[in-house]
């Protein structure tokens, strides 16, 4: 019969494996450009916290909170498009609190990396913390 029978079932990659292949491709597209990763999936404590995907040194010293989106397509606006304002607002909280532990206050932007089909685009300073 086969390796694959008939009547076996397929296996879909559930959200999270998704996920976090999409993280894994941007976070080697930006090792590739200079940047070190200090922290992976940080989560602020709290009901109202929030998460960072990634959490990077950049050569000049410059530290990055790094949002991962994936999305099959560009359709309903993309994935860049799908970083809300209150995921914008969950963000920052968990990097003031990451930044509450560090010793000294280092310069600080939040960046977009979008994969749409196995393309990857990098938005840095995607947004403020204002």
């Known amino acids: 019969m086969g390796w694959l029978s ?51 040194r950049a050569p000049d010293g410059t530290c990055v909170f790094v949002e991962v989106r994936q999305r099959n397509s560009a359709s309903h606006g993309g994935a860049a498009a799908s970083v809300s304002i209150t995921k914008q607002r969950r963000i920052v909280f968990a990097a003031r609190h990451f930044l509450m532990r560090q010793p000294h206050l280092p310069p600080c932007r939040f960046d977009v990396v979008a994969v749409e089909g196995g393309h990857i685009e990098w938005l840095q300073g995607a947004f403020d913390a204002g």
């Open 6 to 56: 008939k009547n076996a079932p397929f296996k879909t990659a559930t959200t999270k494996q998704t996920g976090d292949a999409a993280e894994d491709l941007a976070l080697r597209h930006l090792q590739r450009a200079g940047l070190v990763l200090i922290q992976r999936n940080y989560r602020s404590p709290g009901r109202g916290g929030g998460e960072i995907d990634l959490i990077m």
